[in-house]
């Protein structure tokens, strides 16, 4: 049972802007970067965003990521439908044994 | 190019052993952490533990601790999950994933950046 806490799904048309939220504690987001990957059906999971807000190389910048206190949101601005996947979050948690966490993921459905 | 290639599909029976593979290339071996993340079917990304093959510190999400063993043989830029004993409650989607940040200590700024394709695993009998 994930310690990351998102909305089971999300959805938008072509264009909208979609936001993801993202809920910890102050033991992993509270205390740590927030990163966000994107699994596309059927594939590996894609870095998406790291250390909050920074985009990797090849991202597009439709991809928005920020953090504020024990929470984080990724927001897709300009939806398309190729950003129709699963996205999650991820911290380190530094409660008892320190590993990193992901989010229980969000389905994203481009209407 | 960094790459990261995972070994093939698996069909097991209850009770045996596995060990699966993942190979870096395009990119120093040595000198990055690499882990291995579980989903179940039809669920969400679990991350199990990470190596760092320079030295073979190893560790372990308190979830994984003592059901899986993660090592590494730097000689080939080859990392490896392995189990002793399966159980059908390990089928899932195996991935492996490159690790970057602090060499010396994963923790904090330091997280997954290139992934494997993923080995499937199952078990059943």
């Known amino acids: 049972q994930s310690v990351l806490t998102q909305p089971p799904s999300a959805s938008g048309t072509p264009g909208q802007r979609v936001t993801i939220s993202c809920s910890g504690s102050?033991?992993?987001?509270?205390?740590?970067?927030v990163n966000w990957y994107q699994q596309l059906p059927g594939t590996a999971p894609k870095l998406l965003i790291y250390s909050n807000n920074q985009r990797p190389s090849g991202v597009p910048d439709r991809f928005s990521g920020s953090k504020s206190g024990t929470s984080a949101s990724l927001a897709i601005s300009g939806l398309q439908s190729e950003d129709e996947a699963d996205y999650y979050c991820a911290a380190w948690d530094d409660s008892l044994n320190v590993h990193y966490v992901f989010g229980t993921g969000t389905k994203v459905t481009v209407l | 190019e960094v790459q990261l290639v995972q070994s093939g599909a698996e069909v097991k029976k209850p009770g045996e052993s596995l060990k699966i593979s993942c190979k870096g290339s395009g990119y120093s071996f040595t000198s990055y952490w690499i882990g291995w993340v579980r989903q179940m079917p039809g669920k969400g990304l679990e991350w199990m533990g990470i190596i760092y093959p320079g030295d073979s510190d190893t560790r372990y999400s308190p979830s994984f601790q003592g059901q899986v063993t993660i090592s590494a043989d730097k000689s080939i830029s080859t990392a490896y999950l392995q189990w002793s004993s399966l159980k059908a409650s390990d089928t899932a989607m195996y991935y492996c994933?490159?690790?970057?940040?602090?060499?010396?200590?994963?923790?904090?700024?330091?997280?997954?950046?290139?992934w494997g394709q993923g080995t499937l695993v199952t078990v059943s009998s």
């Open positions: 994933a490159r690790h970057v940040g602090n060499p010396e200590y994963c923790g904090g700024d330091c997280f997954p950046d290139y």
């Open positions: 102050s033991s992993n987001i509270g205390s740590n970067t």
